[in-house]
């Protein structure tokens, strides 16, 4: 995908100073980034820059890492992208994680009816390649009855081969996601996806370990939400999780929320798995980025409490997560090293999309996606081909605020109790 249009400042070289940059690969100390046009000139030594650089200088302690990529996010900024699937929608949402780090992400659409799906995908094609939005996932609808999580029942459908003619336009949406359950599609149904270049990732699913093999064969490369909406790994039933944990062919996303997976499930999935193969996902909600403490999903109300989203019967719905708070997560509750909590949020799901050239890396000829950290893991700041965020964002047209677009999302009070139990998506 080519690079936002030069803006005011892009024509010459700018430059970005930070104590520590993390190219993807290896730290440098005391450096900055080089910038021209938004894309990545190099990183050299602090000392070494021509004068006639304009330099943005980082407080000290600030780190510059690679901007996010977030393979799965529902909703954001009050919006939820199944009640309004359009171009609009998709790029509030990305807007509403940017000031957490997020510079590429794929809205998503869970289960739901055929129209909504269709709206979705053209909306996608008018929108991908702009604003951070890298493709659209389609989680659902041809996923097992028997998982459903939070989807709708009355949405979840067995796939057909007629399937293939709709969701083969998702090749013209980027790098696009289908969440599929393999025991509920015809044969040959994800080789043709696959084929195509449309990301097939497993997810809301029972199936056996040899369906889940027969499927990497045919091009299954991705699992969703690893743990959740699956059958736990036994001693004779390595199902999904086994296959995911053994296979190096599988990207797997997790969320670390520390609600989703227990840290220490997640620790030693990261032990387990080949390195580069676990990317952090948000499967963020409206809530994102606002003080909503409800809101509706499809006609079902979801409340926050305690870190959790939760329908009324406890049903985990989706996280309050951004990737930002997923890499600290990784780092401070499952004991992962900076270097691979940073490279799970960026260049991990950058090479699962194929995008690894130009996004997850600060190497030169990449695009300038830049996250600024504190030594807390805090966002100072975020890049989008170069530019700040809240630059471009103040170019854009904001859409109106979350309670005049709908009156099913709604604000209450806070301060209600947690639910004791939940059951995991």
């Given at each position: 995908?080519?690079?936002?249009?030069?803006?005011?400042?892009?024509?010459?070289?700018?430059?970005?100073?930070?104590?520590?940059?993390?190219?993807?690969?290896?730290?440098?100390?005391?450096?900055?980034?080089?910038?021209?046009?938004?894309?990545?000139?190099?990183?050299?030594?602090?000392?070494?820059?021509?004068?006639?650089?304009?330099?943005?200088?980082?407080?000290?302690?600030?780190?510059?890492?690679?901007?996010?990529?977030?393979?799965?996010?529902?909703?954001?900024?009050?919006?939820?992208?199944?009640?309004?699937?359009?171009?609009?929608?998709?790029?509030?949402?990305?807007?509403?994680?940017?000031?957490?780090?997020?510079?590429?992400?794929?809205?998503?659409?869970?289960?739901?009816?055929?129209?909504?799906?269709?709206?979705?995908?053209?909306?996608?094609?008018?929108?991908?390649?702009?604003?951070?939005?890298?493709?659209?996932?389609?989680?659902?609808?041809?996923?097992?009855?028997?998982?459903?999580?939070?989807?709708?029942?009355?949405?979840?459908?067995?796939?057909?081969?007629?399937?293939?003619?709709?969701?083969?336009?998702?090749?013209?949406?980027?790098?696009?996601?289908?969440?599929?359950?393999?025991?509920?599609?015809?044969?040959?149904?994800?080789?043709?996806?696959?084929?195509?270049?449309?990301?097939?990732?497993?997810?809301?699913?029972?199936?056996?370990?040899?369906?889940?093999?027969?499927?990497?064969?045919?091009?299954?490369?991705?699992?969703?939400?690893?743990?959740?909406?699956?059958?736990?790994?036994?001693?004779?039933?390595?199902?999904?999780?086994?296959?995911?944990?053994?296979?190096?062919?599988?990207?797997?996303?997790?969320?670390?929320?520390?609600?989703?997976?227990?840290?220490?499930?997640?620790?030693?999935?990261?032990?387990?798995?080949?390195?580069?193969?676990?990317?952090?996902?948000?499967?963020?909600?409206?809530?994102?980025?606002?003080?909503?403490?409800?809101?509706?999903?499809?006609?079902?109300?979801?409340?926050?409490?305690?870190?959790?989203?939760?329908?009324?019967?406890?049903?985990?719905?989706?996280?309050?997560?951004?990737?930002?708070?997923?890499?600290?997560?990784?780092?401070?509750?499952?004991?992962?090293?900076?270097?691979?909590?940073?490279?799970?949020?960026?260049?991990?799901?950058?090479?699962?999309?194929?995008?690894?050239?130009?996004?997850?890396?600060?190497?030169?000829?990449?695009?300038?996606?830049?996250?600024?950290?504190?030594?807390?893991?805090?966002?100072?700041a975020t890049w989008l081909a170069g530019e700040r965020a809240n630059e471009r964002d103040a170019a854009?047209?904001?859409?109106?605020?979350?309670?005049?677009?709908?009156?099913?999302?709604?604000?209450?009070?806070?301060?209600?109790?947690?639910?004791?139990?939940?059951?995991?998506?």
């Open positions: 995908m080519a690079p936002q249009p030069a803006g005011p400042t892009q024509g010459r070289r700018t430059a970005v100073s930070a104590d520590r940059i993390f190219d993807g690969h290896r730290w440098h100390d005391n450096a900055a980034v080089l910038i021209r046009q938004g894309l990545i000139e190099g990183i050299a030594a602090r000392g070494d820059i021509d004068p006639e650089t304009t330099m943005e200088a980082m407080p000290p302690g600030t780190l510059l890492a690679p901007g996010f990529i977030d393979l799965q996010v529902n909703g954001g900024g009050g919006i939820f992208l199944n009640d309004d699937p359009s171009p609009d929608a998709m790029r509030a949402i990305a807007r509403a994680h940017r000031r957490y780090g997020t510079t590429g992400c794929l809205p998503t659409l869970i289960s739901d009816h055929p129209a909504k799906a269709a709206t979705a995908i053209t909306a996608a094609k008018s929108v991908v390649g702009r604003d951070g939005i890298l493709g659209l996932h389609l989680e659902g609808p041809f996923i097992s009855p028997a998982r459903p999580g939070i989807h709708r029942s009355d949405c979840i459908v067995p796939a057909t081969a007629g399937d293939l003619e709709w969701l083969g336009q998702l090749s013209a949406t980027g790098s696009s996601i289908v969440t599929l359950a393999p025991e509920c599609v015809p044969y040959g149904f994800i080789k043709t996806l696959a084929v195509n270049g449309i990301r097939v990732s497993v997810g809301h699913s029972e199936a056996g370990s040899d369906c889940v093999s027969a499927a990497i064969d045919d091009g299954l490369s991705g699992v969703t939400h690893l743990f959740n909406a699956m059958p736990a790994m036994s001693a004779r039933a390595p199902g999904i999780v086994g296959v995911a944990l053994a296979d190096a062919r599988l990207t797997a996303g997790i969320i670390l929320d520390g609600i989703h997976v227990d840290p220490l499930v997640a620790r030693t999935a990261f032990a387990a798995k080949a390195p580069g193969t676990i990317a952090l996902v948000s499967d963020a909600m409206p809530t994102v980025g606002t003080e909503l403490d409800r809101f509706d999903l499809m006609g079902r109300e979801i409340r926050l409490r305690g870190g959790r989203l939760l329908s009324n019967d406890g049903t985990l719905a989706g996280a309050h997560l951004t990737l930002a708070t997923a890499v600290k997560n990784a780092v401070t509750l499952v004991g992962l090293s900076l270097d691979d909590a940073l490279r799970a949020a960026s260049l991990v799901p950058a090479r699962f999309l194929g995008l690894d050239r130009e996004r997850g890396t600060l190497g030169t000829g990449a695009r300038a996606d830049i996250v600024a950290l504190t030594p807390e893991l805090q966002v100072v854009s047209s904001p859409l109106p605020a979350c309670g005049e677009r709908s009156t099913r999302i709604v604000r209450c009070a806070a301060g209600e109790g947690d639910y004791p139990r939940t059951r995991t998506r």
